[in-house]
């Protein structure tokens, strides 16, 4: 069964941290992997990675990802409160064209001034 | 939003009537989808499609149904609501496999 798993599930931090969220998978044919970033509302697309080791940057925000140890990690420097979100990360599975996503539970960060 | 309106966004049911919600793309996407989002388990997928009249199951199908009559609107249907489908709806749409999906802001269901 596809599996996508997040960690932690919940983290605190002051203003100016840097964070490290984890993303680990077990599927079938991996094609793809997001991360996604929700507040109140909608998801929001942050980043897609597909290649090992290439390194996806926007700002303060960072994801890179280990297809051979099956991991992807967001960092966030210098955090702001505008960054207390949840963060969800999901896998595309290759075997079929779905394109439908596998989520993990989400990492809730809240961001204290 | 990109373009992706769900309605209602709130609804308040009880337990045994049917329920539809709907969502609607302006941006003539393919492939749209349909995820709930409950505590302790990130977003599932209900049903999706890809294409007119073409849909299949997701992970979590059971108790709901699909359809896609016209290429901007993508309706599901809870046929006899259960306290189990309490839950928050999120539409989803791309326009092809490899791209992110964006989502709509959500339906809050309450079946009581």
């Known amino acids: 069964e596809d599996k996508v798993v997040q960690s932690p599930l919940s983290l605190v931090v002051h203003e100016g941290d840097t964070v490290t969220l984890n993303c680990s998978y077990e599927v079938t044919n991996f094609r793809s992997l997001l991360w996604y970033k929700q507040e109140k509302k909608a998801p929001t697309f942050l980043f897609m990675l597909?290649?090992?080791?290439i390194e996806k940057k926007s700002g303060r925000l960072s994801s890179i990802l280990d297809k051979k140890e099956l991991f992807s990690i967001l960092n966030i420097t210098a955090t702001q409160t505008g960054d207390s979100a949840v963060y969800l990360c999901a896998v595309v599975p290759g075997s079929g064209n779905t394109g439908k996503l596998i989520f993990g539970q989400g990492t809730t960060l809240q961001v204290k001034p | 939003d990109a373009g992706i309106t769900q309605s209602p966004r709130h609804k308040v049911t009880e337990t045994g009537t049917p329920v539809t919600l709907r969502c609607h793309q302006t941006?003539?996407?393919?492939?749209m989808y349909w995820y709930r989002q409950d505590p302790g388990h990130g977003l599932r997928l209900i049903h999706y499609s890809y294409g007119v009249k073409d849909t299949d199951k997701g992970e979590v199908s059971d108790g709901y149904s699909v359809s896609r009559s016209k290429t901007e609107d993508f309706l599901l249907t809870l046929e006899s609501a259960t306290s189990s489908q309490t839950s928050v709806y999120f539409c989803?749409?791309?326009?092809?496999?490899?791209?992110?999906?964006?989502f709509g802001n959500g339906t809050r269901l309450t079946v009581t």
């Open positions: 989803a749409i791309s326009p092809v496999i490899d791209s992110p999906l964006h």
């Open positions: 941006e003539n996407h393919r492939y």
């Open positions: 597909t290649s090992s080791g």
